[in-house]
């Protein structure tokens, strides 16, 4: 009987041998750009959290605005207003001018300062002049 099955010599399965390896250089190579892309990426966005407003500046998280009315009705997202509330999540150096602290809620001029983004969620960088009054 004749076998359809290939032989094995030293040199073909010095050969697969090499190619077992090549599999596992590639896996170690992925797993380490893997590695090497989230440490990056990690930095990168301990990097964004690190926003701290200078002078008489004042961080918000800015508040969504309420998609659903008492009545039940759904108010899509381009007729909705801007929100003037939102929470301060970081204040500037300037002690004598900034009257809030961290964590409160306050209402502020409605074309006030600078939006950014931190994390995909909306900030506001806003002048302490820009803050109406504190809520609650």
Do not use: C
């Not at 500046?57 to 508040?63: A, F, M």
């Not at 961290?102 to 900030?123: C, F, L, N, R, S």
């Amino acid at each position: 009987m004749v076998s359809l099955a290939p032989k094995l010599t030293t040199g073909s399965r010095a050969r697969q041998d090499e190619l077992n390896l090549d599999r596992v250089g590639r896996q170690l190579y992925i797993t380490e750009s893997f590695e090497y892309h989230n440490t990056i990426q990690r930095a990168f966005q301990e990097e964004v959290m690190k926003v701290t407003p200078i002078g008489d500046r004042v961080l918000l998280s800015t508040e969504e605005s309420e998609e659903k009315t008492k009545g039940g009705l759904y108010i899509p997202q381009t007729a909705q207003e801007k929100t003037q509330t939102g929470t301060v999540k970081a204040v500037g150096d300037d002690k004598d001018a900034i009257k809030v602290k961290k964590g409160d809620k306050v209402m502020y001029d409605k074309y006030a300062g600078t939006a950014i983004q931190i994390d995909g969620k909306d900030h506001l960088i806003i002048s302490m002049a820009d803050v109406i009054a504190i809520i609650g």
